[in-house]
Each structure stands twice: as structure tokens, then as C-alpha cells.
């Protein structure tokens, strides 16, 4: 979309003046790039607006946000990329691409791209698993576009967390999202744009592995003791039905009666019958 803006920015219908053949062809980019197509001068004033009707009487544009960009273009003489903003003429939020237009070797205009941040909604949505959430979140930390929830949140101010920990070309950070879901977030800035993307992934996805290896672990372990404690209630029965037998021997012994040795199945208690006999 930048390449195609900066090739429309020569057009010889602006060095000519014009007007009419440029929004023409302005239309024609359109068919397959971007919402529209504007341009304004110094002072804001819109010279070309293609969202609307060839000829329409075009206001001067006064949302700072936008201003700002047209001013980066205008002072440096190459493209910027504005901040999230409210269309004049749609009263809806959008990002633009801005380049200048020269005239003698003077920028006199600057030509901007407007782009519907619901295509770059999608394009986050294609990228990440469905439940992780990526944002692009432009200098002001204003929300851009949404991988999730995207017409809920758009324009809206970014997290506290994020605001506090987001303030390096790059890094990462455990916080809470704006659904309130506690998320582990990396982020990383852009710069061409200038602007943040950022992927937040749920603690509690994270911690899955590892919560289905405890529980595996733990399962595991309960079943390995239920077996300890029935073998050691056979082994135990095992023991005590030959001290049993012996313990009788013993008794009849005692009151006088003859005894014959028994085998019982334990070797000690074998050995007492022996000897009891």
C-alpha cells in the first residue's frame, strides 16, 4: 500500500493541477488497496477526498492525531504512519499512510492512504492460535486493531500493565488483559510504523502442560499408594493367620493336650509349631 501511495504521489495530474484526473486515478488504487485516498495541505485543508463525490466541497481537517502525521510528512519529506483516529467525514476510527507530495522540489501536500483497521484485525486473527490475543497498539497507547474482540476495544485505551511494562523497543511481561485474564504478553516495536504489536497468551494455557503432568503425577502416585496399602493388607493377612495357628497350638498346649507340628506357610511360624511340638 506504501508503494502504491508514493507511486501515486507523481502522478503528473498533480504536477499539471489537475484535480479531477487524479481522483480518478486515486479511485482506480482503491479497487484493490486501502478505504481512501485524501490529500491536504499545510493548513489542513482537504484538497482531494475520494469518500466523496468529485467536486463536493471538502472541510479542513482539525483531529490532531492526524494533523501530527500530516506535519511528520510535511517536515521530513517522507512517509509516516499516523496514530489511531476519528474520520471527519465517517466519524469512524482509522490509521493512515501519509507520503508528500512535491511541487518544485517543495512539499506542498500530503498524501495519505486511509486504512480500515478491521483488515488488520483480520490479518492478527489468521496469525495466532484462537486463544491467544495479538494487538497492535499505536505511540499514544491507543488499541489499533484486535486479533480478538476487535470492535469492542478499538480505539480504547491499552492496559495499565501494558502502558507501565511496553516502553522498550521490545520485551516481556506477566499482566492482566483487557478482559481480565492474566496473560503473559511480549511485545515488540516497529520501526517503520513506530507502532507495538503485542501477542498475550493466558497464563492458565501456559501453565497446562505443566498442570496435566501434575496431575498425571498425582494420579499416579494415588494409585501407586492405594496398591501399597492392598498389598500390604495381603501381606499382612499372610502374617497373621500363622501366628494365629501357632498362638492356638500354644493354648491347647498350655491346657494339657498333645500338639503336632503344622506348616502354616511362614518359615518363623513353622519353626515355633516345630518346637511347640
Known sequence: MTAALEVLATAPS???GDLAAFDLQARAVLQTRGRFISMRDRQGQQIVNSNLPFGTPLPIATDPVLLAADARVIASGRLAYSDVFIGTTTNMPFVTIGVPVRRNGEVVYALTLTID????ASLL???APPDWTVSLVDRRDRIIARSRQHE???NSEATETFRRNAVNDSGSYTGTSLEGVDVFTTYVRSNVTGWRIAVGVPVAVINAPFNRARDLVLVSAA????????????VSRGIARPLQAVAAMANRLGQGQAVSAEATGLWEADAISLALA
Open 152 to 154: 469492542r476495544f478499538i
Open 223 to 234: 494409585f501407586v499408594l492405594a496398591l501399597s496399602l492392598l498389598l500390604a493388607a495381603l
Open 117 to 120: 483497521p478491521a483488515r488488520l
Open 14 to 16: 498533480l504536477v499539471t
Open 125 to 127: 486473527a489468521d496469525a
